[in-house]
């Protein structure tokens, strides 16, 4: 991790990265970001925030996974830039995974939480037949 409070940035990743050697399934294990705190002058105190190696960005919104993956994975929204660097295709395939991998495990627990809402509605409006 890098010492904010100085004027020395790390080294920005390069095409020449070499593909990471096992695939890892969350954002934290890349090297390629990182979390850390920057100074905010307003608040006059340490903020959370994210540094991103390949486009040199310090990324505000603290140290949010989802925020990390968008980012990464260049897609828009989730309130943070999609990364303007060029990232080498094995990497950006990673990360167009793990951000699908994020997306579909949302969409099914939204299924799930509907699922049992509407079994539970079932279950008090039968009750309430019964009842009456």
Known sequence: MF?????ERPEPATLNDPAPAEPWTKIW????????TAYCEKAHAHRPVLFCFW???ILKGGHNISKAEAHLAKKKGNDIRPCPA??????????????KAKQASKAATTTRRARKRRAEQEL???HNLAVV
């Open 3 to 7: 010492d904010d409070r100085t004027d």
């Open 29 to 36: 294990d890349d090297v390629h970001i990182q979390k850390t």
């Open 55 to 57: 486009c040199r960005s």
């Open 86 to 99: 060029l990232i080498p295709s094995d990497y950006a395939r990673l990360y167009s995974q793990i951000y």
């Open 124 to 126: 008090i409006d039968n």
